[in-house]
């Protein structure tokens, strides 16, 4: 069955500390991976997906398919990073998410 | 652009009744998909719906249902609320198919049932 878990339910950090959000995924095929923010009073939105190799907010996140993971991290936490990160998976043709649980990060002065 | 709209904002309804949920997606997105979110179970998948038609549907009771007309609009409804209905429901569009990337959310539905 695809899973997608996240094993920290709360992450705190200082600021500048380093940030890294756990993520695991069980898939036989090749999904596609994403990592979702939300923000304090804001809607769920798209941070980065694997397949863009892309760099958001300071944000990176490795597709390791051996370890089944997509860790996401960033060098120097800032206050602002505070928020609820989910990790997704989607396969194929189709539109449907598979959230994990959540992490919310939470990043102290 | 206008982003998803998602109607009414908040909703309390009494056990035993029925709901109707409403969801305008972006202007030119086709695919419609709906999530119900909890704090114990998080965001789980209810359906998906592209050109009017359901291309796929999550594990919830029949009691859950959707559809969605030919302006993409799409409305989900749940019949016999029980407690553990209570949740926010969010709508998710995105231009067709495949594109779970290009999913932008809705503020979301808080129904809370008594």
């Known amino acids: 069955a695809q899973r997608v878990t996240q094993p920290e339910k709360l992450l705190s950090v200082f600021k500048g500390a380093p940030v890294e959000l756990k993520c695991n995924y069980s898939?036989?095929?090749?999904?596609?991976l994403f990592w979702y923010v939300q923000y304090s009073r804001q809607r769920l939105q798209l941070l980065l997906r694997?397949?863009s190799r892309e760099s958001i907010k300071g944000f990176t996140a490795d597709l390791n398919k051996g370890e089944t993971s997509f860790h996401l991290k960033k060098p120097f936490a800032q206050e602002e990073d505070s928020a609820m990160y989910y990790c997704?998976?989607?396969?194929?043709?189709?539109?449907?998410?598979?959230f994990g649980t959540g992490t919310l990060l939470a990043v102290q002065p | 652009k206008a982003g998803v709209t998602q109607t009414p904002r908040y909703l309390i309804k009494t056990r035993g009744q029925q709901v109707t949920l409403s969801c305008s997606p972006i202007?030119?997105?086709?695919?419609v998909s709906w999530y119900q979110q909890t704090p114990g179970q998080g965001l789980q998948f209810l359906f998906e719906?592209?050109?009017?038609?359901?291309?796929n549907k999550g594990n919830f009771p029949g009691r859950f249902s959707g559809r969605q007309f030919s302006n993409s609009r799409s409305e989900m409804n749940v019949s016999t609320l029980e407690l553990g209905d209570s949740a926010l429901y969010l709508c998710?569009?995105?231009?067709?198919?495949?594109?779970?990337?290009?999913?932008?959310f809705g503020s979301g539905t808080r129904l809370t049932v008594v």
């Open positions: 998710a569009s995105s231009l067709g198919a495949g594109q779970g990337a290009g999913y932008t």
């Open positions: 898939y036989s095929g090749s999904p596609e």
């Open positions: 694997h397949i």
């Open positions: 997704a998976l989607t396969r194929g043709a189709t539109n449907k998410l598979i």
């Open positions: 202007s030119g997105h086709r695919s």
């Open positions: 719906y592209f050109s009017e038609t359901q291309r």
